[in-house]
């Protein structure tokens, strides 16, 4: 079975900073995504990023990027630049590698920005 | 605008009733998804559906029940057997193409035991 685990429960950061949240998995099927999702306080999950197993690059969206290290199985995301908007927080995810798309979560960090 | 919707955003149970929370989508995708979210914790899966009139029990099943009578629409009913039904509900929906596929969030039901 899937896990996610994220060890960070909250995280500062100033503004303009850059800054990295952890994430470690462990799956025993070889083609697998990883997720992350931005949760603001009003409660939508807005979808940030995707890295695949077999991706070469890591993955990278405008501010956003994707730290993926195959053989430790952590995929960290690192924000540059940071701004008050990032408040929130960001859940990591992994599929379950078949063809159902389900996704297990891990249990969060928040993150606060400050001016 | 395609996406989910996710209606009532807020909304109170009695003991003992069944109450049903509605999603709809409009992004033609095939795969719909319901989760629970308590306070501090991730996203638990409780049901989800890849085609019309087929759904898969999911981690917490167990005190819900789901119908997908049409591709848009995938209702949770939180029965009186959930015991503890307080939480954050999401709906979700992804395409389904070899998985992978990132799944989008409707703004969420929050339920409440009065």
């Known amino acids: 079975a899937q896990k996610i685990t994220q060890t960070q429960p909250g995280m500062f950061v100033q503004e303009k900073e850059a800054v990295t949240l952890d994430c470690t998995y462990d799956?025993?099927?070889?083609?697998?995504?990883l997720f992350w999702y931005k949760q603001p306080s009003s409660g939508e999950m807005i979808f940030l990023i995707y890295q695949g197993s077999y991706d070469q690059q890591n993955a990278t969206e405008g501010r956003y990027s994707l730290n993926f290290q195959k053989a430790r199985k952590s995929a960290n995301l690192v924000i540059s630049a940071s701004q008050l908007g990032d408040s929130a927080m960001y859940f990591c995810?992994?599929?379950?590698?078949?063809?159902?798309?389900?996704?297990?979560f891990g249990t969060g960090t928040l993150l606060a920005v400050q001016p | 605008d395609g996406g989910i919707t996710q209606s009532p955003k807020y909304l109170f149970r009695k003991e003992g009733q069944n109450v049903t929370l509605s999603c709809e989508q409009n992004?033609?995708?095939?795969?719909m998804y319901w989760y629970r979210q308590d306070p501090g914790q991730g996203l638990r899966l409780i049901y989800y559906s890849q085609i019309v009139n087929d759904f898969q029990k999911g981690d917490i099943a167990e005190g819900y029940s789901v119908s997908r009578e049409k591709k848009e629409s995938f209702p949770l009913t939180v029965t009186s057997a959930q015991k503890n039904p307080t939480a954050f509900y999401l709906c979700?929906?992804?395409?389904?193409?070899?998985?992978?596929?990132?799944?989008?969030f409707g703004d969420g039901t929050r339920l409440s035991i009065l």
């Open positions: 992004l033609n995708h095939d795969a």
């Open positions: 799956t025993s099927d070889p083609s697998y995504g």
């Open positions: 995810a992994i599929d379950d590698g078949g063809a159902t798309n389900k996704l297990i």
């Open positions: 979700a929906s992804s395409i389904m193409v070899m998985g992978n596929q990132p799944q989008h």
